[in-house]
T-cell receptor
């Protein structure tokens, strides 16, 4: 069965550059969530989208933005990158109308800022 | 103090042993999730609980809402169970299931 697909899996950027991460939810899933996990840290919720509208916001820096497109894939845009942005970024998806709203996670995208 | 606390932080077991990982939380929740994270980052959702007990294969998860405590049990542990196990909660009243508060994870190593 198709899972949550994230790309790229690994990304190296320099300080002050911009990075874009993509998340393709499981087909028919209407909700996407983004999380950030710094080295040795707990994951932190960043932002979520339901039916292409932002549904909730967590600890997402102002330098970051995200959106969900008409095909339900989502992109996380990160500008003016800082060394502290180096982390694993993973997304998840769910179908709000499904039983228990089970969340399915992607493999994550590793961002290294040098 | 973190809103979600796990214990132990690290656990080493011999193959075949029964394993318990604990999670305590200090906020009202609508659901509790047990997640498994393997080296390289991929996360798998093992259970989502709002009450009682769930079982899937060798894994059992229980939750006591009154005590704000959940446990994840692994029976007949195997080296392939080696991973980080993360407890995460959805805050009560939140309709956004995926807006999670995560525990710090328990690193499990099962030796053959």
């Amino acid at each position: 069965a198709a899972g949550v697909i994230q790309s790229p899996r690994h990304l190296i950027k320099e300080k002050r550059e911009t990075a874009t991460l993509k998340c393709y939810p499981i087909p028919r899933h209407d909700t996407v969530y983004w999380y950030q996990q710094g080295p040795g840290q707990d994951p932190q919720f960043l932002i979520s989208f339901y039916e292409k509208m932002q549904s909730d916001k967590g600890s997402i820096p102002d330098r970051f933005s995200a959106q969900q497109f008409s095909d339900y894939h989502s992109e996380l845009n990160m500008s003016s990158l800082e060394l502290g942005d180096s982390a694993l970024y993973f997304c998840a998806s769910s179908y709000t109308g499904g039983p228990g709203n089970t969340i399915y996670f992607g493999e994550g995208s590793w961002l290294t800022v040098v | 103090k973190n809103e979600v606390e796990q214990s132990p932080q690290n656990l080493t077991a011999q193959e075949g042993e029964f394993i318990t990982i604990n999670c305590s939380y200090s906020v009202g929740i609508s659901a509790l999730h047990w997640l498994q994270q393997h080296p390289g980052g991929g996360i798998v959702s093992l259970f989502m609980l709002s009450s009682g007990k769930k079982k899937h294969g060798r894994l059992i998860a229980t939750i006591n809402i009154q005590e704000k405590h959940s446990s994840l049990h692994i029976t007949a542990s195997h080296p392939r169970d080696s991973a980080v196990y993360i407890c995460a909660v959805t805050i009560h009243g939140s309709s956004n299931t995926g807006k999670l508060i995560f525990g710090q994870g328990t690193t499990l190593q099962v030796k053959p």
